[in-house]
Nanobody, 125 residues
């Protein structure tokens, strides 16, 4: 069981940086894979990044490789998404998610058990 709350969204100029945070609660957090997804109006929720429960494996969408970094601090029950060199196409509502699924399916939003409320990221050109 987990509850997730995202924060850190906002307005930033293209080329700028932003760090999103997700605060988690629940006894199972430390054994959950954590993911970040994003969604724009009329579009499906797309995978951005994931990190396994121990923090030693990460996975990124091709569109954000080299620009975004996912990390977690299990002692603080936090997961982060550091976003650098932001582009207008990164504009979306960003959601964190937790799941106990097999690692190879973490790109699939339907495999996650818990979701945060989302935080808006807007990148101006």
């Amino acid at each position: 069981q987990a509850q997730l709350v995202e924060s850190g969204g906002g307005l930033v100029q293209a080329g700028g940086s932003l760090r999103l945070s997700c605060a988690a609660s629940g006894r199972t957090f430390s054994r959950y894979n954590m993911g970040w997804f994003r969604q724009t109006p009329g579009k499906e929720r797309d995978f951005v990044a994931a990190i396994n429960w121990s923090g030693d494996s990460t996975l990124y969408a091709d569109s954000v490789k080299g620009r975004f970094t996912i990390s977690r601090d299990n002692a603080k029950k936090m997961v982060y998404l550091q976003m650098n060199n932001l582009k207008p196409e990164d504009t979306a509502v960003y959601y964190c998610a937790a799941g106990s699924q097999s690692w190879w399916v973490v790109r699939n939003r339907r495999e996650y058990d818990f979701w945060g409320q989302g935080t808006q990221v807007t990148v101006s050109s």
